[in-house]
């Protein structure tokens, strides 16, 4: 017999709609489908908006810092990578930018270049790594560039502020071949790639490359961690490094099949079977947890990220057994009518989990040939269905 149990509320994500202007000063782009909210909408808008970073290409979420380890709420851009450091509330520092030109070039194998011999006439020279920044032509290039954008930082003079928006240089200005084939001069920065395009109107002779891009499409997405056993058992606690996780099991007893899953002073029974499983089931990330497992047979936990499918909005998704869809952003926020199937015997329920809600648009015995509808809130949201036959979800 199969019980239901609610699963561990999704904690609050930044909505990604695809509306231009959103409520609460969202700033919601058509280009990449995903908006900025408070406060890094203000901040795009103060610092530099599109040319300086890009568009978002992603919702915001929490995130392990590659540098620190330390978790923050964090929003990739084309160009940079924003986060949220709470430590720093209430100051002008409470969003900072990643490195990323330098974890580029460490994804590329490159580090910091020889220092230059030294200071040249006309450009600027950074003592602490030893390098120039000079213009390409008269009164444009990488040099004005630098002086001309910063971050608006009250108290900060305008080296600094351009200092804290692009960081020291790492490299010379030399020829190079970027993402999009172009072979441009380029200088490499610690928040930034400056890029000489000569037939270019002069505002746009210097762009910016989009690092924010490179670097999240050349990390490694998290292992999976995984474990297993025989009979019951209690497991070491584990921190689960990724926000939003799926949990798949495998069972393969003729008895009860029951786990627990234990965050804090929160319990939530993951999983209660009879017999051979293999279903997948919502756990929330970034916290420290461990299982109690209930098993007569042998046994195997699988968790990794939730991955990211936008064409699950418009197209459904379909599957068999127990099953934790991708995340994706609701084609709409409100109210959407579905179909939906089912062949098996047993519980047919579906969750849509949302960021700001869920809604329970299933929970049926048996076979199931229904239409209802689905109440959608802002985004990511992702589906949980229990089945023990085939089901499909689609939009009507």
Not at 320 to 337: C, Q
């Amino acid at each position: 017999m199969r019980r239901w149990f609610s699963i561990l509320m999704l904690g609050a994500l930044v909505i990604a709609g695809i509306p231009s202007i959103a409520a609460a000063h969202n700033l919601c782009f058509n280009e990449t489908g995903f908006c900025l909210e408070d406060p890094f909408s203000d901040y795009w808008e103060s610092n530099g908006g599109l040319p300086v970073f890009g568009y978002p290409i992603n919702a915001a979420t929490d995130e392990a810092n590659s540098d620190t380890g330390q978790t923050y709420k964090t929003q990739w851009l084309e160009r940079n990578r924003f986060e949220i450091h709470p430590e720093n509330a209430g100051t002008p520092y409470e969003i900072l930018l990643g490195l990323l030109g330098k974890n580029r070039l460490a994804q590329l194998n490159r580090g910091v270049e020889p220092r230059e011999a030294g200071a040249i006439a006309g450009c600027l020279w950074f003592e602490d790594t030893g390098h120039n920044v000079c213009d390409q032509a008269q009164g444009l290039g990488f040099k004005s560039y630098w002086q001309s954008n910063g971050l608006k930082i009250p108290g900060l003079d305008a080296y600094a502020r351009s200092l804290q928006l692009f960081g020291l240089p790492l490299t010379s200005a030399t020829m190079e071949t970027n993402a999009n084939g172009d072979t441009v001069m380029t200088q490499w920065f610690e928040r930034a790639r400056f890029e000489w395009h000569p037939n270019n109107p002069d505002q746009y002779k210097v762009l910016l490359g989009l690092l924010g891009k490179e670097v999240r499409e050349n990390t490694p997405p998290p292992q999976p961690i995984m474990l297993s056993g025989i009979g019951p058992k209690v497991t070491d606690p584990l921190m689960i490094p990724f926000g939003y996780a799926r949990a798949t099991f495998t069972h393969d007893g003729r008895s009860n099949f029951i786990v627990w899953a234990y965050q804090g002073s929160d319990r939530d029974l993951i999983v209660n079977e009879i017999g051979g499983y293999n279903g997948s089931r919502f756990v929330t990330g970034k916290k420290e947890t461990f299982f109690e497992i209930d098993a007569d047979g042998t046994w195997s936990l699988r968790l990794e990220p939730l991955g990211y499918n936008q064409g699950i909005a418009s197209g459904g998704i379909e599957g068999r057994g127990d099953t934790v869809s991708d995340l994706f952003e609701p084609a709409k926020i409100g109210n959407i009518p579905y179909r939906f199937s089912h062949n098996g015997n047993s519980n047919f329920i579906v969750w849509v989990y949302c960021a700001g809600g869920r809604d329970l648009v299933q929970n049926e015995i048996g076979p199931v040939q229904s239409e209802a509808v689905a109440r959608f809130s802002k985004g990511p949201c992702f589906y949980e269905v229990q089945a023990d036959g085939d089901w499909s979800i689609a939009p009507k």
